[in-house]
């Protein structure tokens, strides 16, 4: 079924002008853009960002004969959002994005995947793995037993999902859904950009989604997110054939290029890991058009615009 969304505001036209469209995917509304024709390509953002962040990249895929399609996960972007971490598992998640792909019958797609859009993507790939052509993966991971010290450290990660303080800095202060994006960036953003990223949590609680990706990263055995990880992980032996490439901003604090030397591991056929200075978690943002351009050339050189 087809939603009507909300109208975006006058002032995010000029700087994000494409149709947002909308699915029921397990009874969610699950917004996305969808342009162009030929190869689908899925951009999959991650915490706490929604389809904002690929700006850079709809125009060069569409030029060069893509179908960009770029998803907000439910309880982000102008999805749903919903106020319970019941309703936002990791398996939520991927059941949300395996509806996506089955409604709209994509087939020969290509995965990006950043952050949370990394195992999301593989894992909702993984359902669907004879229609999967191309895997790209930035700055994210699929595995268990590594973790960042970002992750680990109690000033500022640890504090900031606690049970009670994290509920202060998250949901009170917005410490990401307001700061997020907007407080890493290299290049520099404006001032309109950044309400773009954080507009769509403005309304209160509507940022229940932002703490509980936090609470899902699967640190040790036991956490939430290990089993739906592992499980990803131990498929992965079979994508080793699937064209794959690792783009990497060295300067990201959360996922460094050690974890992009744990994919090449996991994935010894992948390209790169090819590294982007100048640029920190959303390396997206801070380098969209670099990044564009090298993730054309990769799919031109492997599978194509063509099905």
């Keep these: 079924m087809n939603f009507e969304l909300r109208r975006k505001p006058e002032w995010l036209e000029s700087i994000f002008p494409w149709q947002q469209r909308a699915l029921t995917v397990n009874g969610r509304r699950m917004a996305y853009i969808d342009e162009g024709e030929g190869r689908p390509v899925l951009l999959l953002s991650g915490n706490p960002t929604w389809g904002f962040l690929y700006r850079d990249f709809i125009t060069p895929l569409v030029e060069s004969g893509y179908r960009a399609i770029a998803p907000d996960w439910v309880g982000a972007g102008y999805s749903d959002h919903p106020r319970e971490d019941a309703a936002l598992t990791f398996a939520h998640h991927i059941a949300d994005l395996v509806s996506l792909m089955d409604q709209l019958d994509l087939r020969g797609f290509v995965i990006v995947g950043q952050d949370w859009g990394g195992p999301q993507g593989v894992g909702a790939a993984l359902q669907r793995i004879e229609r999967l052509d191309a895997l790209v993966l930035m700055n994210t991971w699929l595995f268990t037993g590594t973790v960042s010290k970002f992750h680990a450290s109690p000033r500022p990660w640890t504090t900031w999902h606690a049970p009670l303080i994290g509920q202060f800095f998250m949901k009170r202060h917005k410490t990401l859904s307001h700061h997020g994006p907007s407080a890493t960036t290299v290049r520099g953003m404006s001032e309109e950009e950044a309400r773009a990223y954080h507009h769509v949590f403005d309304e209160k609680d509507s940022d229940h989604v932002v703490l509980t990706w936090p609470r899902t990263i699967p640190v040790r055995e036991g956490d939430r997110g290990w089993d739906d990880m592992k499980a990803i992980e131990n498929r992965l032996p079979e994508l080793v054939d699937i064209p794959t490439l690792l783009m990497w901003a060295p300067g990201d604090e959360v996922f460094s290029i050690e974890f992009a030397n744990r994919l ?20 997206q943002d801070d380098r969209g058009a670099d990044i564009a351009r090298a993730l054309v050339d990769f799919l031109n050189r492997t599978v194509g615009a063509k099905l």
């Design 264 to 283: 090449k591991e996991l994935l010894p056929k992948a390209e790169g890991p090819v590294t982007f200075d100048r640029a920190r978690h959303f390396l």
